[in-house]
């Protein structure tokens, strides 16, 4: 089923939860909702569910408007932070509630029940009582419940948040692995940015109530679209500067760090305007043998130097104060020590040129 | 699994059973209104108004008479004393609660709360027997040739003390739950900080516990001062006369003749809204959020050669002070040929079988069980009901509704029988005619607090989510309720039906007030018929009094194994 929404507003009194929200979820995609706690994700997940109403805008499904529709009637299935297993019924009776609500056969009511506990590989224990369970066990059950109702959309509320790392994993494949064989459309919400990158095909990043960008998980590492994306998704070094000429792709800006050259493709700034400069810590070349040239190179102050064995931490500062970290992998033997002078350099086509940081709104 | 259409559900069944919930959340606030706030407002409006005009007329009537006056400063000291006595019997108890470990704790602490469910006016016919002038009391104390001749213990001098008596024994319990739970809630750390710090126990306690704990002793102690302040049964036995409730009981008959009742209830409905806003405003209206839930098993401390009699003596003899009258009772109820002898000469069970020969103890017993089960049913859904709606925000300002429902708590027993009987009297409600309806009413908007309580108690612990799962497969409110929400909250429900159950089982004033006709007497009112007739009345009302206890006694105990710790938070305003 494919959703849709459409200039979707929620306002709590005076606060804006949700800010003019515009989204399509492919039907049968496995789409993404990332973004840091308090940035609308969940309530955005509750009021597709129908469980939050919404103040503005339009809710599609298939293109039926359901925006007015009780959650009732929406077929949507849903998989709680906290699971929300009944703790007084077994295993069997939490997926069975859902289908005895509908106009089924016992006989069908039978065979979806052993196919969901089949597929989330939970039939020795459909005599359990959620408490006896573990909990990615539970985890699982919560999953089943959710998808023997053959949900329209299924709904996963930063499902994997209260599991230990190693089950984390094991329940990212399972997701997958069922996502696959029901090919149901679904929407996963989630902060954590790993999560999203390893599971996702597309991938909507939230921040203060807005939706920024929506991508896969290559371009959203790649191009971020505002530094806050950037700074999000993995590390950067932000820099505030000036765009201080521009020719075809090739851009050139201005900062208190120095001036950089960029290849730029996705958005274009004119001269003078204000923009801020994002460079992966990884993306930033030592110069080692102190050749003092190559192109965007400039001169840091070591601060801080942190050795990782596969990698090598380097906080750096400009004159001008700015700091800068960089990471670099296979370090070779130097005698940098903090307090000494380090040239640095980065290729024009890493260098990318965003929306200056302002404070919280479209742009960041 | 490769169908994705979602399969309809019935929508036809969950309208009807959405119409149903609603339904019921409207007749609970119709019932609300009709009787709790309109019984209440025609007393104000008719304190004020005579033949649609305004007047102040009674008031002055209310001040000018001698024993009206009386009545109004001996029953404030009542409230006033029994407050007091109660906190200074209690505080040490709280303390030992929370701060000491023991050998028999658990039995001796759960003895404490025996007499908060032993009705005080039952105990009375035990204390009279006692301290009559030729009781066991004066006779030993003769034997012993302390005295010389009997003492009026009961003497119009003393009843006040033996009212304040039979009041503290009955009340402390809620005093002691309150600053238990209070105490129990501070935070062990802070006070271990203040000792890391050098601050001495006793400055700790002043400085640190107190005020933190002070919200909660308030809660309790304007509940205890309302219900000495108000109570009817435990007066009217002892025969003090010249105080508020016995003086209302009194006016109840001729009120439409004499309109200065009204100006009397309307005078205890403003005290008790005054003290409750007093106790609330000035004294305990900053609630502290703690940082941490106490953990105060690790803060215990284990009690030595020293200290342990100490506990055992003070906890042992206020359980045995405060049985004293109900030891009593059961001894009279026992009793064959008590005369002149400290105790009885020969025992038997006889009043017992009498009990169940007698119609009206059988017919009390019958009425009792049959209003007080009403009155319970009817507290179950409404409870349930209103505090889902509490709990689950499902209305604006639900505040307010709190607020509202928790009104009976502090509401005296006696205002509500009187607004109800001048509010229904000539029409089909009339209790004349028949008190049944109004009876069960009654007993259930008085004991509707504890199951609100209770029910929000077991809603507040339950994730909100459980229920929102539900929905999403398509089940209506209604339906969530019953399949998910209630049998998750079953114990605090059952709990709350205990108690909802006994204390209607023991109801003094709705009874004595509403019950008018000797076939609609419940239990407590014909005990109190009973004892005030002549010859074994007195044997058979202690007979019948003591069948009421064990009834009481054992919905009691089953209240508080399935609730446990929260037992306090039933008894706050």
Known sequence: ?364 | MQTQTADETSASKRRFSDIVGYGTVIATIAMLFFFLVLPVSTIMARAFFNKGEFTFRYFPLLFSNEMLMHSIGNSLMIGVVTTLLATLLSFPLAVINVKWEFPGKGLLMGLLLVPMVMPPFVGAIGLLRFFARRGSVNLALLDLEWIDAPIDWLGPENMFWAVIVLEVLHLYPIMYLNLSASLANVDPSVEEVATTLGVPKWKQLKDIVWPLARPGYFAGAIIVFIWALTDLGTPLLVGYHETIPVQIFNMITDVNENPVGYALVFLVIVMTIAFFLLSKLALGSKKYEMMAKGHVSSARRRANWFSLPLIYLLVGGTVFLALVPHIAVIITAVSNKWFMTILPEQYTFDHFGQVFQTSLSLIGIKNSFIFAGLSTLLDLILGLLIAYVIVRRLIPFPGLLDGLVMIPLALPGIVLAFGYVVTYSDTFLDPLHNPVPLLVIAYAIRRLPYMVRSASAGLQQMSPSLEEASTTFGASRFHTLRKITVPLVTANLIAGALLCFSYAMLDVSDSLILAMKEKFYPMTKAIYVLFLEQGSGELLASALGVIGMAILAACIMGASLLLGKKMGELFRS
């Not at chain 1, 955005?44 to 009780?70: C, H, I, S």
């Not at chain 1, 509630?97 to 089924?104: A, S």
């Not at chain 1, 039939?123 to 359990?128: E, G, K, L, N």
């Not at chain 1, 597309?202 to 950037?230: C, E, K, W």
Request: aromatic share 8%.
């Open chain 1, 1 to 364: 089923m494919e959703v849709v929404f459409k200039s979707i507003y929620k306002r709590y009194g005076q606060t804006t939860a949700v800010h003019d929200l515009n989204l399509t979820i492919e039907k049968g995609a496995l789409h993404f909702l990332l973004g840091p706690s308090g940035c609308g994700k969940t309530t955005t997940l509750r009021m597709l569910a129908g469980l939050e109403q919404v103040t503005e805008g339009q809710l599609f499904f298939n293109g039926a408007d359901v925006t007015k529709k009780p959650a009732v009637d929406r077929g949507i299935g849903m998989v709680f932070q906290n699971y929300a297993l009944w703790p007084h019924m077994t295993v069997y009776k939490n997926v069975e509630y859902g289908l005895k609500l509908r106009k089924l056969t016992s006989a069908e009511i039978k065979k979806r029940i052993d196919d969901v506990l089949d597929i989330t590989r939970l039939t020795q224990y459909v005599d359990r009582l959620p408490g006896q369970l573990s909990g990615g066990q539970q985890q699982r059950v919560a999953l089943a419940r959710a998808l023997a109702i053959r949900p329209n959309v299924l709904l996963l509320d930063e499902p994997l948040s209260n599991l230990d790392a190693k089950l984390r994993g094991e329940m990212r494949d399972n997701i997958l692995r069922i996502h696959k064989q029901t090919g149901i459309t679904t929407l996963y919400v989630t902060h954590d940015q790993r999560e999203a990158l390893s599971m996702g095909t597309r991938i909507s990043v939230m921040h203060a109530g807005h939706l920024i960008q929506t991508d896969n998980p290559r371009t959203l590492y790649n191009f971020p679209r505002t530094p806050f994306i950037a700074g999000f998704i993995g590390e950067t070094n932000l820099i505030q500067g000036k765009v201080l000429a521009r020719d075809g792709e090739a851009i050139t800006v201005e900062t208190p760090v120095g001036r950089f050259h960029a290849l730029h493709k996705v958005e274009q700034f004119p001269v003078g305007a204000a923009v801020s400069v994002s460079m992966r810590p990884e993306a930033i070349a030592i110069d080692w043998d102190k050749k003092g040239q190559g192109s965007n190179y400039f001169q840091l102050k070591v601060e801080h130097l942190t050795y990782l064995g596969e990698s090598e931490q380097f906080q750096l500062r400009s004159p001008s104060g700015q700091a800068i970290k960089v990471n670099f992998y296979h370090a070779p033997e130097h005698n940098f020590r903090e307090g000494d002078t380090i040239g640095c350099m980065i290729a024009p086509e890493d260098v990318l040129v965003l929306p200056p940081q302002t404070e919280i709104g479209p742009g960041t």
